[in-house]
């Protein structure tokens, strides 16, 4: 039997493929001629475009055209499965892999069936691939394929050795145990090649012994014989070749380790043994097969030792390595058209994407993906790469990726190699779709070339391959600095080098050279030396570059001693040398933050972003990066819930002190940013206080006719004036509002006051909690009612009757800068509701003036400078300081907010001191006086915290505006006639600055 003479659809042939296609031809025809009658039906059913790709399929891959041609019955199945057009789900998958294994009665009929299961898949991927099936659909299939036969195989043995060897040993918790099966990488991505080896790992959960077999194994006997048995079944040669090609050498100690660990075995050996070339590899591992659950569980038990809590850059050193290992061997064996290993190839573009994973999978938890392209997206969603460069990398990728395919394809075999011979190089260009084998290779060093570029950008050291637009320090010179760090200068050389670069001697000196000889650095191991002696000497030149070398250089290291036992972030400094010089300019122009660096060096991190670390998040961004934070970790993991929290508190309040000193931010404004952070932390902390306690003890009883229980946390002092500063603690006062006699709904019922008082004992826990990363904020609850003599949470009732009945004068004077900061609305505006009560009713003004005035007496006495000392100024406590302002302006609102309800719309000073002006209470230019000399005081507050220097400063610097601010509250406090509603003009009053 013939194919009919117009059967074969006419297209162009290369002339170095025209005798192969003759061949192909023949060969079709031949099978053609050896089906059954349903086959040949089937073969004339093909319509042209099935017939075009079936010829053009046989002529770039001999591996398609020989499994055809072997058994044409095989288009009838493909057909009738429409495994031409797309690949078989999962479950389709192993239903028709376990119905041929049902009839498998040995191991050898295994082995063939899962042979021929095998190969009638890959064939028909082959087909789609060369049709022009997207790249990633191929990668998913053929790695389908392998999880598939691995799950098949493994229950086949398992079952068939049951009689035998017995089954495993449940857990402790009874869970049965498996075999875990870790597919590494391609295969643990789902994204394997046409003809990749599959590289696993063997596990499982605990030791034991079998049960209800001939004899009992321990379950590291169990395990391993199984484990044997299923390599053998997929990688063993036979009449119908093999299956998968097996590899174990990943394994702890590789091809000298046992074959199967225990989850415990596993565990120590990473944390105690592991290698950075394993973290590389175990970022792709996945469970493929066995128990995957419990896979799922060992690895993230492993989590720690793959990902880092902090930006490891010590891991490109390591990826750097393991590039350069694979570059000799190319060069060594001249595969440089090697498309996977050589220049510019696949496992260059897999190295961006895993230094980024390695550096900054423990921060970024969205990296923690196996699959390539996956993580690409997840780079640009992170702002990790620019979308541009992503999508050259995928493009690149997925072109190198197509051009492994067709390579393999042709003969079903491992290579990454470019062919020689004029054949394959046509077949090859022809599977590409592209005109001729020059226009590929064309197209392939260009993409070679990008791909090289943003490997370069990311993993290449910086001192080696600097940027021509970059400003690099002057390599003479960084061996000098080299040199006087090492100790090679004599000590004369040494000191005029310093002296010449703006060093003060021998302050600088004998500092470096304690720093040098001190016992931390003496003790570091091999690459954490290495590592300090390559960042040293870009610091001292950096530190040259200072306006104040010595004192910069004073600040900076601490910092680096700090991190001597924690040596990546040396790494980070000498991957990124561009950090340097504002590392060295904060430190120079802020002890404080220079400690806060030596505190946690995670914050050097943000020194990667300069547009982040200038640039604070308003709170609306605020809210949205610390959830996205939180987000990441388990809601059963407070310690890293608490970690998280105080590094992001740390992170945004460095972002504002970086922008503050460079001058980018106004006094108010960084207050804002300060006050904010504080509100989305705090509304972090309640949010996460209530899920505890309602879990555990339900939702508290409502009061009648309410929905539901309410609470609310009340700022005072700053955070209530929105004025906080870099040292600030937070005055709180916590409300509730809920059924008086309820009680909670859960299974462990509690009063409802019981409830509130430990939401609120909960929620201080979780704000001055120490961690490894520190204290959120120190918390001050004395202003609530009764003091430290109270309960610790209010109802809103008992508040408002407090206020009315029982506050002191300077309580009410509190409540001038209280207001909701995180909670319920209602009961946040019935709080306001109540404030706005209490601080406009009509006041005794003689006994207001009378009661402020002994309040800040008091003040005064304790806090303020000490008699004698008339050359100093306390900024806050002293006569005619922040403190007296804000009195000013509290006698205000108790005084006039009666008749002048504006003054209770706003708790800041800034804003008070506006209104006032605005009601006519208080003359236009005294506004203007008071408010500049708050300013001032708060300017110096700040620029004080920053630089740790106290507050109190030479009397003369504020003479003037201390002089404007005694010389009102004299006027407004020490005279009757602020009595009438109003005070005089300061120049008018009694003992009043005239002008």
Not at 967 to 987: D, H, L
């Amino acid at each position: 039997m013939s194919l009919p003479a117009d059967w074969f659809p006419s297209q162009p042939i290369p002339e170095a493929l025209s005798a192969a296609h003759a061949q192909v031809l023949s060969a079709l025809e031949a099978a053609y001629a050896q089906g059954d009658a349903a086959c040949r039906e089937a073969w004339l059913g093909l319509d042209e475009d099935q017939r075009r790709t079936l010829v053009r399929t046989c002529l770039l891959s001999e591996f398609f055209r020989e499994g055809l041609c072997a058994h044409p019955e095989r288009l009838v199945e493909w057909l009738d499965s429409g495994e031409l057009e797309a690949p078989l789900s999962p479950a389709a998958l192993m239903q028709t892999l376990a119905t041929q294994l049902a009839a498998a009665a040995d191991e050898n009929a295994l082995h063939a069936a899962l042979r021929r299961f095998r190969q009638a898949r890959m064939l028909a991927i082959v087909w789609r691939d060369l049709a022009g099936a997207e790249m990633w659909q191929t990668a998913q299939a053929v790695s389908h394929l392998a999880e598939t036969c691995l799950e098949g195989a493994l229950k086949w043995l398992e079952q068939h050795y049951a009689a035998r060897w017995g089954t495993p040993q449940a857990c402790a918790d009874g869970t049965p145990q498996r075999l875990v099966v870790l597919g590494m990488g391609k295969l643990g991505a789902g994204e394997l090649n046409l003809s990749s080896d599959i590289d696993l790992i063997f596990a499982f959960p605990e030791k034991g012994t079998t049960q209800g077999g001939e004899r009992a194994y321990d379950h590291q006997q169990y395990f391993t014989k199984l484990g044997q048995k299923l390599i053998a079944a997929l990688d063993v040669i036979t009449a119908d070749g093999f299956a998968f090609r097996v590899d174990m050498r990943l394994r702890p100690l590789g091809d000298g380790g046992p074959l199967v660990g225990s989850f415990n075995t596993l565990t120590a050996y990473y944390q105690d043994q592991g290698r950075e070339w394993e973290r590389y590899a175990m970022l792709k591992a996945r469970p493929v097969a066995g128990d995957r659950e419990a896979g799922q569980a060992l690895l993230a038990s492993l989590s720690p030792f793959i990902y880092r809590k902090y930006l490891d850059f010590g891991a490109i050193e390591s990826l750097r390595e393991m590039k350069a290992m694979i570059h000799r061997e190319v060069k060594r064996l001249g595969r440089d058209d090697n498309i996977k290993l050589g220049r510019g190839g696949i496992r260059e573009v897999e190295f961006v994407v895993q230094a980024f994973q390695l550096i900054r999978g423990g921060r970024d938890t969205e990296l923690q993906v196996t699959s390539l392209r996956l993580a690409l997206t997840r780079l640009v969603e992170l702002e990790l790469l620019p979308p541009a460069v992503v999508d050259e990398l995928r493009d690149d990728y997925v072109f190198l990726r197509d051009l492994e395919h067709a390579l393999q394809a042709r003969h079903d075999r491992q290579t990454q190699q470019l062919p020689e011979d004029a054949e394959a190089c046509a077949a090859l260009a022809m599977a590409m779709n592209l005109a001729d084998w020059t226009a590929l290779r064309a197209a392939l060093d260009a993409c070679r070339e990008r791909v090289r570029g943003h490997f370069d950008a990311v993993v290449a050291d910086p001192q080696e391959e600097p940027d021509a637009d970059e400003e690099m320090p002057d390599q003479a010179q960084l061996e000098r600095w080299s040199q006087l760090w090492r100790h090679e200068l004599d000590e004369s050389q040494a000191q005029q080098m310093l002296e010449a670069a703006g060093f003060t001697l021998p302050d600088a000196w004998r500092r470096l050279k304690a720093f040098r000889d001190s016992r931390g650095v003496q003790a570091m191991q091999r690459i954490g030396f290495e590592r300090l002696e390559a960042v040293m000497p870009l610091l001292l030149e950096a530190l040259a570059e200072s306006a104040t070398p010595t004192t910069a250089l004073e600040r900076v290291l601490p910092l680096i001693e700090g991190v001597l036992r924690r040596t990546a972030y040396l790494s980070l400094l000498r991957e990124n040398p561009q950090v340097l010089p504002g590392l060295i300019r904060l430190c120079a122009a802020s002890p404080w933050i220079a400690e806060q660096l030596a505190r946690h060096p995670i914050l050097l991190d943000e020194l990667l972003t300069p547009d982040t670390l200038y640039s604070p998040a308003d709170k609306a961004r605020l809210a949205d990066e610390l959830r996205q934070t939180l987000a990441r970790i388990p809601e059963e993991d407070e310690e890293s819930w608490l970690d998280a929290l105080r590094v992001f508190k740390q992170t945004q309040v460095l972002r504002v002190a970086a922008s503050d000193i460079a001058g980018a931010r106004v006094l108010m404004k960084v207050s804002d940013y300060l006050t904010a952070i504080a509100e989305v932390i705090l509304d972090s902390v309640l949010q996460r206080a209530w899920r505890s306690l309602t879990a555990r003890y339900g939702e508290p009883r409502p009061r009648e006719g309410a929905e539901k229980a309410e609470f609310l946390i009340v700022g005072y002092g700053k955070l209530g004036g929105i004025e906080l500063g870099y040292g600030s603690d937070l005055d709180l006062v916590f409300l509730y509002d809920a059924a008086p006699q309820g009680a909670t709904d859960g299974a462990k019922p509690i009063d409802n006051v019981v409830f509130f008082t430990r939401l609120g004992q909960r929620i201080i826990h979780l704000l001055t909690a120490t961690t490894p990363s520190g204290t959120l904020y120190e918390v001050d609850m004395r202003l609530r009612p009764s003091g430290n003599a109270g309960l610790l949470v209010s109802s809103l009732d008992a508040f408002a009757d407090y206020q009315r009945r029982e506050a002191w004068t300077w309580e009410h004077q509190a409540l001038v800068r209280a207001r909701p900061v995180a909670g319920d609305a209602a009961l946040a505006s019935a709080f306001e509701g109540i404030r706005r009560e209490v601080l406009g009713r009509e006041r005794d003004l003689a006994e207001l003036r009378r009661a402020v005035a002994e309040m800040r007496a008091k003040m005064r006495q304790h806090l303020g400078s000490a008699a004698g000392e008339a050359d100093t100024f306390n900024l806050k406590q002293d006569a005619g300081g922040l403190v007296d302002i804000e009195f000013l302006n509290q006698y205000a609102v108790l005084a006039w907010s009666s008749a002048t309800p504006a003054l209770l719309e706003v708790t800041d000073n800034m804003r008070l001191l506006d209104a006032l002006a605005q009601s006519e209470r208080l003359p236009e230019q005294e506004v203007r006086e008071l408010q500049a000399a708050y300013l001032a005081y708060r300017d110096a507050s700040h620029r004080a915290a920053l630089a740790k220097t106290g507050s109190d400063v030479p009397a003369a610097d504020f003479g003037t505006e201390r002089a404007r601010v005694q010389a009102a509250w004299a006027a407004w406090i020490e005279t009757e006639g602020a009595a009438e509603g109003g005070y005089r003009a300061a120049s008018e009053a009694p003992g009043g600055a005239g002008r």
